[in-house]
């Protein structure tokens, strides 16, 4: 569907309004399904599903692209996880809802390159090689196609197979993709016992994917273990503690 409506079908469900700086992250996701699927949470999460700060536009040359008209309601509990993973990471203050336009430029994303770097060399005692890339670049969308690819090296250098295109970022062609980047890059770094997002600690505590987890709300999946409920309860957990709104443990997805 377009943005308009996948826009519409968040409101009053999950809401990732709100600012996420580096001293309200925690520093506690593998693949994302593609965008387009027509599942969501429904009416179980309750209250104003935000923290009602204004957000603020980064940008005023140019429209800011909006996390909640280009992410699936369902996932936006791991989009939200992972801005608060990279705003600590990073020291940074984003804004939620922003968290597609300040990936669009690159430089946050190289900034999480230099920090995990930076961990991954004092932690294993390597020397650290800082990765340049253009900081200040305005509305330059070749600095920022440079940047991205920046990224998408190191990603793969890291051990990340499933990267996206400068595309998918630049000119939104795969958002989902995009954001699977770097989750996977999260993982990553929890392999080498570094920090990562509350969503990848939800994976490996549970040996579920985060799309198992998500099917876990799905009323037909039937009754569910001991393990399962457990796990679904971790994610309503991340839900309820990133101000998402108020979730309760018989919350379902439904197909619209």
């Not at 520093?27 to 957000?55: F, M, Q, W």
Request: aromatic content about 6%; overall charge positive; proline content about 3%.
């Amino acid at each position: 569907g377009s943005r308009e409506n996948r826009a519409a079908k968040t409101k009053g469900a999950l809401s990732p309004g709100g600012r996420v700086s580096s001293q309200k992250a925690t520093t506690n996701g593998t693949g994302i399904r593609k965008a387009g699927s027509k599942s969501k949470l429904n009416d179980a999460v309750n209250g104003d599903g935000g923290t009602g700060d204004k957000l603020r536009s980064a940008s005023k040359a140019a429209p800011r692209t909006l996390l909640s008209t280009v992410v699936d309601v369902e996932y936006l509990p791991l989009a939200v996880d992972l801005c608060h993973w990279v705003a600590e990471q990073t020291q940074s203050c984003l804004e939620i809802e922003q968290f597609v336009s300040c990936m669009q430029d690159g430089i946050i994303l190289c900034r999480l390159v230099n920090a995990i770097s930076k961990l991954r060399c004092e932690r294993f005692s390597e020397p650290f090689k800082l990765v340049h890339f253009r900081e200040n670049i305005g509305n330059s969308v070749f600095f920022a196609r440079i940047n991205i690819e920046t990224f998408i090296r190191w990603s793969k250098s890291f051990g990340v197979t499933d990267s996206c295109t400068v595309s998918d970022l630049v000119d939104l062609k795969d958002v989902m993709q995009a954001l699977n980047n770097v989750f996977n890059v999260g993982r990553k770094c929890a392999e080498l016992g570094l920090p990562h997002p509350q969503t990848v600690a939800l994976e490996l505590e549970h040996s579920m994917r985060y799309n198992d987890i998500v099917g876990l709300f799905d009323p037909a999946h039937g009754p569910l273990s001991k393990e399962e409920k457990a796990a679904k309860d971790g994610l309503i957990n991340i839900i309820n503690n990133r101000g998402l709104g108020a979730l309760r443990s018989d919350a379902t997805l439904t197909e619209q």
